[in-house]
């Protein structure tokens, strides 16, 4: 069966924009994870936003080390930081 057999072309073009702005999206995310994290009142909250924030870091091109000590630490400042960073890179 061929690749998007069943959608339309409006369709394809929809789904390909999507794919092409990925990592926008992502950015998008993570930027209102680390705004809920700095409201975030209970562990239990913190721990899905951070759950949150990991998935979304793995769709953007970043420091795979500096991703990793920054969820190791949950440190909010630091996921702030990189997510401004590769807003700017946009």
Known sequence: ??????LSSHQQKIVKRYY???????????????????LAES???RGR???RAAKALDKVAANDARVQKILDARDVE???????????KR
Do not use: F
Not at 24 to 29: E, L, T, W, Y
Not at 78 to 88: K, M, R
């Open 78 to 88: 630091g996921l702030a930081g990189l997510v401004n960073e590769l807003a700017g």
């Open 20 to 38: 092409q702005n990925l990592d926008s999206i992502a950015i998008g995310r993570l930027s209102e994870v680390v705004g809920e994290l700095y």
């Open 49 to 51: 936003l951070w759950d």
């Open 1 to 6: 069966m061929a690749k998007h057999q069943n």
């Open 43 to 45: 562990d239990k909250a």
